[in-house]
């Protein structure tokens, strides 16, 4: 993408007279789903968490308008917009991200959750195969594919031109979540259009896939705990390696600020609006309190931060260097 705005040519020194005499360079015209440019960035980022190494993969962003809509849907119009000003970001738009993680444990390479998929390519996104390539792995090594939940964004890379993306992987899913999705009741109604994604590109993995419950592990060192309200078997995932932590929360909030500092707030995306509250009080706490870095699935890139407690909520403190140590 070209690099049309002041700023960035102030970066790349492109910035004359002529160029700040001539307004029209900085027109750009941004649309709700629209693709986030990408401007040298290698979209991944690797750290060591004891003998596990861990890389976040960003399968891509996207711009959506009117955030009240969804984060804070029962709340003032105004509210929203005042609390997204506060904290110095825009009122009528947001960049949602997606990322993916890989843990490579020593004896396994797990990927948690796999993108929008190749159907969201063509606007940019989906990039998760490519990144695991540029990162130094192939999809064929991966040999646990894990899920959180089976929303779209998170299940839309399991295939690949119809078959499995991740050949050599077998699977890891919550029953609680496999079983509200295949249900015969979700084919019709508001759960209609995910079920039937559900059905082309989960269930025929289905016989090669470990179901789990809250507290069960996945290899040791990974285990699975029951977030629920966002789906009814959302799952987030606890890592640990020579006493180094990391949790990986999902969607268990899903904007940095809206969802962390107002974690009552209702989120369009959680289907038990209240349940979902709990689980981002429950999880947040535990993350607050036992200062354990996370990575949050739709938190900006690298994704990764810990969590402090303020007032009535949460405030996400981005890392810095603390994993490179
Ligand atoms: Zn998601």
Redesign the pocket.
């Known amino acids: 993408m070209v690099v049309t705005d002041r700023r960035s040519a102030f970066k790349f020194g492109l910035v004359g007279a002529a160029a700040l005499a001539a307004p029209q360079i900085m027109v750009r015209t941004v649309h709700a789903q629209a693709p986030v440019p990408e401007i040298g960035n290698p979209r991944f980022n690797r750290f060591n968490l004891g003998s596990f190494e861990v890389t976040a993969i960003n399968d891509g962003a996207r711009v959506m308008d009117d955030p009240h809509t969804i984060f804070g849907e029962d709340q003032e119009q105004a509210a929203v917009a005042e609390l997204l000003e506060e904290n110095f970001l825009p009122s009528d738009r947001l960049v949602n991200s997606?990322t993916p993680t890989l843990v490579n444990t020593g004896s396994e390479l797990i990927l948690f959750d796999t993108g929008l998929g190749a159907g969201a390519r063509e606007g940019g996104l989906g990039q998760l195969r490519s990144r695991i390539e540029a990162s130094g792995y192939s999809p064929d090594d991966v040999s646990i594919v894990v899920l959180t939940h089976f929303?779209g964004?998170?299940i839309g890379g399991l295939m690949e031109d119809g078959a499995p993306a991740f050949a050599n992987a077998r699977y890891v899913a919550g029953q609680a979540e496999y079983d509200f999705w295949t249900a015969e009741e979700r084919m019709s109604g508001p759960t209609e259009g995910n079920a039937q994604a559900v059905q082309a590109t989960v269930v025929p993995l289905a016989e090669n896939m470990t179901f789990i419950g809250d507290g069960d592990e996945v290899v040791p060192g990974v285990s699975g705990m029951l977030a629920a309200g966002h789906t009814p078997g959302h799952m987030v995932f606890h890592l640990e390696s020579e006493g180094r932590r990391l949790m990986l929360t999902?969607?268990t909030a899903?904007h940095y600020v809206a969802s962390l500092q107002r974690p009552d707030w209702h989120v369009r995306?959680d289907m038990d609006k209240e349940a979902g509250a709990q689980s981002r009080r429950r999880v947040f706490d535990m993350i607050a309190s036992e200062r354990i870095p996370f990575i949050g699935?739709?938190m900006p890139f690298p994704a990764a931060g810990f969590i402090e407690k303020v007032d009535d909520g949460f405030r996400f403190v981005p890392v810095s260097y603390q994993l490179m140590l």
Do not use: I, L
């Open positions: 997606f929303h964004d998170h999902a969607d899903n995306f699935y739709h």
